[in-house]
T-cell receptor, first 114, second 114 residues
């Protein structure tokens, strides 16, 4: 089963509104990353947040991490039509040295209507 | 700086055949990882190579194999294709820590098995 589960599965908003997506996971992690994917294309890295961090910002993006609840959220402020994409969280757990277990969630499909 | 390049972009094969996909990482990146993306199973990690050695492996049958060359380019091979192997195959590269750091993805190879 997927380590990360995004919520909601789909989200439709108007341009200018904020979009919030959530990710829950089951085991301990070393870091959590958010990626964006436009239809049928590769993923683009958005933010990496480490397990000892609680919040990170990048432009219009804000990511929070609550390790006690095993959850993370991605907030996109002042959304634009170009933000329309699928958003995935990915959890990384180090099992020693350079050995990692990387697991992706099933994603949230965000549609921003002009 | 050129991004991650995957070839071919589209591929159609029939059951029982084998296929080889290619991935050229960003210059200087030594880690290459491969992923399978399907509507039903989402994004699943196949394996990661670093300095021509497989460093991490996901839960896929032995029909899925890969290798990495001295210039860090990587190939993935799937033998005895099954209908369920139809998917978007993505590769990603990174500097060295591999799965525990920011990944740069290619645009993928869309494989259809008939």
């Amino acid at each position: 089963s997927q380590q990360g589960e995004e919520d909601p599965q789909a989200l439709s908003i108007q341009e200018g509104e904020n979009a919030t997506m959530n990710c829950s996971y089951k085991t301990s992690i070393n870091n959590l990353q958010w990626y964006r994917q436009n239809s049928g294309r590769g993923l683009v890295h958005l933010i990496l947040i480490r397990s000892n961090e609680r919040e990170k910002h990048s432009g219009r993006l804000r990511v929070t991490l609550d390790t006690s609840k095993k959850s993370s959220s991605l907030l996109i402020t002042a959304s634009r039509a170009a933000d329309t994409a699928s958003y995935f969280c990915a959890t990384a757990l180090n099992s020693g040295g350079s050995n990692y277990k990387l697991t992706f969630g099933k994603g949230t499909l965000l549609t921003v209507n002009p | 700086k050129a991004g991650v390049t995957q070839t071919p972009r589209y591929l159609i094969k029939t059951r029982g055949q084998q296929v080889t996909l290619s991935c050229s990482p960003i210059s200087g990146h030594r880690s290459v990882s491969w992923y399978q993306q399907t509507p039903g199973q989402g994004l699943q990690f196949l394996f990661e190579y670093f300095s021509e050695t497989q460093r991490n492996k996901g839960n896929f049958p032995g029909r899925f194999s890969g290798r990495q060359f001295s210039n860090s380019r990587s190939e993935m091979n799937v033998s005895t294709l099954e209908l369920g192997d139809s998917a978007l195959y993505l590769c990603a590269s990174s500097w060295g820590q591999g799965l525990g750091e920011k990944l740069f993805f290619g645009s993928g190879t869309q494989l259809s098995v008939l």
